[in-house]
């Protein structure tokens, strides 16, 4: 079993920043295929934003933050985080970090067999 648990959420003005970290616990990042964070706003479905794969550490990006969102991981505090820059009102969410220990196609949350409890996210104007 994996436990993983958010924080740095927060109420940040447009244009700011915030840093997300995921902390694990039960098995160490090595034992994991893929980690990545999730996000639900409001009456809309949850989505992929960015995922890293553990071994060789490929990261893949959603369209809508590339360039502006940057995961990184450190292996030795086993902690995921989350660099959010350039923060826009349609970035506000419940952000969650989520792992998976087997490949499959493509980013979807079903597969995905580890969640957090979800950290919110609001950006203002």
């Known amino acids: 079993q994996v436990q993983l648990v958010e924080s740095g959420g927060g109420l940040v003005q447009a244009g700011g920043s915030l840093r997300l970290s995921c902390a694990a616990s039960g098995r160490t990042f090595s034992s994991l295929y893929e980690m990545g964070w999730f996000r639900q706003a409001p009456g809309k479905e949850r989505e992929f934003v960015v995922g890293i794969r553990w071994i060789g550490g490929s990261k893949f990006y959603a369209d809508s933050v590339k360039g502006r969102f940057t995961i990184s991981r450190d292996n030795a505090k086993n902690t995921l985080y989350l660099q959010m820059d350039s923060l826009k009102p349609e970035d506000t969410a419940v952000y969650y970090c989520?792992?998976?220990?087997?490949?499959?196609?493509?980013?979807?949350?079903?597969?995905?067999?580890?969640w957090g409890q979800g950290t919110q996210v609001t950006v203002f104007v």
């Open positions: 989520a792992a998976r220990r087997f490949f499959t196609t493509g980013w979807n949350d079903s597969d995905f067999e580890y």
